[in-house]
């Protein structure tokens, strides 16, 4: 009789030891997937400018991080109450320029713009589909927010953009193209503007 309880009490130990640690992987996956999800949506929540810069960065700063790049202000204007550098010579594939935008001498906006001379509308096309993609992959789907195309004058001029909203942030992915006769030009640009 007393192995026959030895025996009960040892399978209820096995049993109750095995539900332990399954319940310690349930709850150690639990919170780990907690710290991902957590970690996710904080991520989701910044959304910060491109080169490593910060929102509210000073106007010194970023000019001394584009003079440690190699990069060239190739001007500086002042519109309403904005700051706007142009510049130029940062290294990333078909970026002809990038726009600083500083309020009260902060940054508030980084303005991408890609131009591709030798590319056809159709791989055009086919890169603004690979960064729609990305950002709806990353960002949640973008709201349209153009869709033109003006052949009213001798110029005829499309215009598609999209637009995801991070937080206090808001990101926009436009497509812009001019055509006089043989003349033509076109553009991507990517938009980061803090709100």
């Not at 997937?33 to 910060?48: G, I, M, P, T």
């Not at 902060?106 to 603004?128: F, G, H, K, T």
Request: one cysteine or more; hydrophobic letters at 40%.
């Amino acid at each position: 009789m007393r192995a026959t309880h030895t025996k009960i009490q040892n399978r209820a130990n096995c049993s109750l030891n095995w539900n332990s640690s399954a319940i310690c992987r349930i709850v150690s996956a639990s919170v780990i997937a907690l710290f991902l999800c957590a970690a996710q949506a904080y991520s989701v929540d910044e959304l910060l400018p491109p080169f490593g810069f910060r929102w509210n960065d000073s106007m010194a700063h970023v000019e001394a991080v584009l003079h440690g790049a190699k990069a060239k202000i190739t001007s500086r204007d002042k519109k309403e109450n904005r700051d706007v550098w142009t510049v130029e010579g940062l290294l990333h594939p078909g970026l002809k320029r990038t726009l600083f935008t500083f309020k009260q001498r902060a940054l508030v906006a980084v303005e991408l713009q890609y131009e591709y001379p030798d590319w056809s509308i159709e791989r055009y096309n086919q890169r603004m589909g690979e960064i729609r993609k990305y950002f709806d992959e990353k960002y949640g789907t973008g709201k349209l927010v153009s869709r033109s195309r003006d052949t009213d004058t001798d110029v005829i001029q499309t215009l598609v953009g999209y637009q995801w909203m991070v937080g206090a942030t808001m990101l926009e992915l436009f497509y812009f193209s001019a055509q006089h006769g043989p003349l033509l030009y076109r553009t991507i640009t990517v938009d980061y503007k803090a709100m």
